[in-house]
């Protein structure tokens, strides 16, 4: 149980701190904007202490080898974060101390949704249109949270582990 609890808190921290990133930017400091070829080791012209690591810049070219538009940041605690776009794709990557990706938040649309959550979302809210989604990876897990829209309201749910659960509903005024 306490498991299962903490993996909740642990993605609820990370939409948080991802829904404060998109709408506010506010307790993180851009440090660079930089598109990051391939194998590229430079240090874009920032000071060392304030550019990113290169294990984190070697693992972000390794697992999203065709971003664009990155800007690094820097989190309270010091840590490196990368927002950059893939396509059709907005991302946060968040990395440890060391470099390697921590966990990343992605925003997408419903076509890119995986067919198979996309299937169960449709088969139980048919009545729905999918408005966006967020893709929150930590912890070796993978949780989506899909807000949904009819004429009088947003709906916002969480796939976890094949499991729909209704987080948040709130109704259009007239």
């Not at 991802?18 to 920032?46: C, E, H, L």
């Not at 009545?127 to 897990?141: A, P, S, Y």
Request: charged letters at 20%.
């Amino acid at each position: 149980m306490k498991k299962n609890s903490f993996l909740q808190l642990a993605f609820s921290a990370l939409f948080l701190l991802a829904s404060g990133f998109v709408f506010a930017q506010s307790g993180m400091q851009t440090i660079a904007r930089v598109d990051v070829p391939k194998k590229q080791s430079s240090n874009y012209g920032m000071d060392a202490s304030s550019a990113p690591n290169a294990t984190a810049l070697l693992s972000l070219n390794k697992s999203f080898v065709d971003a664009t538009n990155i800007q690094w940041t820097t989190s309270i605690e010091g840590k490196n974060v990368a927002c950059f776009k893939t396509s059709g794709r907005t991302h946060m990557a968040f990395f440890t101390k060391k470099g390697k990706i921590e966990s990343t938040v992605s925003y997408y649309s419903e076509e890119q949704l995986p067919k198979d959550i996309l299937y169960e979302v449709k088969k139980q809210y048919f009545q729905k249109n999918i408005h966006g989604v967020i893709e929150v990876n930590t912890l070796g897990k993978t949780a989506y949270l899909i807000t949904l829209e009819d004429k009088t309201s947003w709906l916002t749910i969480k796939v976890l582990d094949g499991e729909i659960t209704q987080e948040k509903l709130l109704l259009k005024s007239e």
